[in-house]
């Protein structure tokens, strides 16, 4: 999880500002219903000396996606939305860790989806270079909202509503993270990820219309699952296959690939694929391996301006 932190610089109102002028007006939707969309995204230094920022492209589609759902206007060219993140990324970025970016579209002007109007907004936070620990996890007794009220498959912050309702349940116990159900009580995700289930040497993880985000970090362990020689399905999970899972990971780019250790204090009993597909996820990250199914777009910061990106690879797939 990334520490709360209060970074010298915001890009916002198309540049950067400091930290203590990134400030919303009460009286904004932003505000008054919490009305934003939002991207997480990770750049990791590599062995080689270079930074890269992961698949920008497909994140920067996802936030249209998101915005046109909920009638926000969303007219940054992709261009821009790069040059924003690379920007920010040039002022506060330091060799000795990684960082992560929220790039926010805070809606500014307009009244019940009249005269709307957002703001790219771009955070960025240092995180540690290390391979997650393992965690425990439980099961929340709050579940994901429908496809009808608040679709997962739109990445809007107040749908993380719920996922703080379920840390704190989980925080007494000792669980880092909370799996969701769905209505029907099936697995939808965790709070901030997806869910990786071993059985007999496959993966299984919900499809997205079970209630999960369509993530970016999903698409990329279902080509290092083929890479290695392992299924990968997308299915229904009901609850009690995760107590008697072999193996549970969550992942997404934030959690990248977190195993877990326990979950409703049931312990599970390996990591031999999910911990195969970890070192695999960080040895492409770190430019240790080459991997075609990733987009890495490289990014020069050790001057005051930024190079041209750099696609270390081919497409996705
Ligand atoms: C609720 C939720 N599910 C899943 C994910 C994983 O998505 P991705 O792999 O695109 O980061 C995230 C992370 O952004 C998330 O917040």
Redesign the pocket.
Known sequence: MVKLQKPEFVYMNGGLRSWNDAVLHIGCEAVTRGLSVF??LKGYWGRDGCFRIV?LR??YE?LQRSARLLHIPFDTSYDAYEGAIFQLAAALLGTERDMWFRTTLYVTEGHWGEGTAADLVVTAYHTEKEIPESIDIGVSTWRRSVDLALP?RI?AST??QV?RLARIEGRPRGWSDMVLLNQEGRVA??????VLMVRDGTIYTPPATEG?????????VESLASSLGVGFVRRPIDRTELLIADELAL?????EITLVRSVDGFTLPSNRITGAIQSKYFAIMRAEEAFGGVVLSAVHSTAATVREPISVSGSRG
């Open positions: 991207e997480g698949e497909r994140h996802r997962a990445k749908n993380y996922a995700e965790a709070t901030g990820a997806c999960a985000l369509e993530s970016i970090t999903l698409d990329l992942c997404g780019t934030l959690a």
